[in-house]
């Protein structure tokens, strides 16, 4: 069970990595972008060229190298503390201070409402409890704010698998 809790927890890793790397694209202008066939190399930069040397000879001539323009990138603060925050809330129930990851989780979903964490924080906790029914609530939390933000998982297979945990911790009664 700690070993399907520690693969959720990366997923959510993951899914932050790309939404990091979007907003990347999006601010530097290289959404859809292919590197080059051969590796970029820094404009005037040789490894056997130390600070007050002579340049080195080159006995072939070389094509000459791309330059690659200079960007500054900024990304949200919220990023760099969530990241930490969420997987305390993981470290604290591998730990089995439940009631400490619970709060910790509670308080994820107060500071960053806007990502899905806190829920699924709290259904790992319950889950860590054996409280499958309250663990079933808050997975379908995730879910229903997957389906309210479908812009921020542009993947359907994030969703599924908090469908299938659903259905493993509160199967649908027998008809």
């Known amino acids: 069970?700690?070993?399907?809790?520690?693969?959720?927890?990366?997923?959510?890793?993951?899914?932050?990595?790309?939404?990091?790397?979007k907003k990347f694209e999006t601010v530097i202008g290289t959404a859809g972008y292919r590197p080059p066939a051969r590796p970029v190399a820094i404009v005037g930069y040789s490894p056997q060229r130390t600070k007050g040397a002579a340049p080195v000879a080159n006995a072939?001539?070389?094509?000459?190298?791309?330059?690659?323009?200079?960007?500054?990138v900024y990304f949200d603060e919220d990023e760099d503390e969530l990241t930490p925050a969420s997987n305390a809330v993981v470290d604290l129930i591998?730990?089995?201070?439940l009631d400490e990851a619970e709060q910790a989780a509670r308080d994820l979903l107060k500071r960053f409402p806007e990502v899905h964490d806190g829920y699924d924080r709290l259904g790992m906790v319950y889950e860590a409890r054996g409280d499958d029914q309250q663990a079933a609530y808050y997975y379908r939390k995730v879910i229903d704010f997957i389906r309210e933000h479908p812009d921020q998982y542009p993947d359907p297979e994030f969703e599924s698998v908090f469908h299938k945990l659903v259905d493993k911790l509160d199967p649908p009664a027998p008809t």
């Open 60 to 72: 072939q001539a070389k094509p000459p190298r791309p330059i690659v323009p200079n960007t500054m």
């Open 1 to 21: 069970m700690l070993y399907f809790s520690r693969a959720i927890a990366q997923r959510s890793k993951t899914h932050r990595f790309i939404r990091m790397l």
């Open 94 to 97: 591998h730990a089995g201070k």
